[in-house]
């Protein structure tokens, strides 16, 4: 056997070891981050599930060996209670962190860039027709000056 191919058969065994001792170690931080995250729910809480809804914690209890998060969305008369495992919670907001109420500042941001775009393109082109016009003019002056020469 060559050189070379010692390298890389060494090369591919150490990556077949390698790779799954990382994936391990990855998907074990991730498992304490949510347990501590999950152990650490308590009612009041502004949380986000996984599947996008946002809400406050208003009641924690344990069915079926399953730590189950009521949670109240909406506001006024337009509330709601969903009840969800523990671990559907994705992110638990602080205090200080800024959350995000509804989609319509969004929409909003949306149609402003929207408009900024619009009002660019239609600035660009009265730019673009005045040019027009002062080249006009400063050729029309240009004729003018040399038909009163003649």
Do not use: C, W
């Not at 638990?92 to 860039?113: I, L, R, T």
Request: hydrophobic content about 30%.
């Amino acid at each position: 056997m060559d050189a070379t191919q010692i390298v890389l058969i060494v090369f591919i065994v150490l990556l077949i070891i390698i790779y799954p001792v990382m994936m391990f170690s990855k998907n074990k931080k991730e498992n304490q981050r949510m347990l501590e995250q999950t152990n650490s729910l308590k009612r009041g809480d502004r949380v986000l599930t996984t599947s996008g809804v946002y809400g406050t914690i208003v009641d924690l209890h344990y069915g079926d060996e399953k730590k189950i998060v009521t949670i109240e969305t909406g506001e006024g008369n337009k509330k709601g209670y969903i009840s969800v495992d523990a671990y559907a919670i994705y992110k638990v907001f602080n205090k200080e962190e800024p959350q995000v109420q509804s989609s319509q500042p969004v929409v909003n941001a949306e149609e402003n860039k929207k408009n900024k775009n619009e009002k660019s393109v239609l600035e660009e082109m009265k730019k673009a027709e005045d040019d027009k016009d002062s080249q006009k003019s400063s050729k029309e002056k240009a004729e003018n000056s040399t038909e009163n020469k003649d």
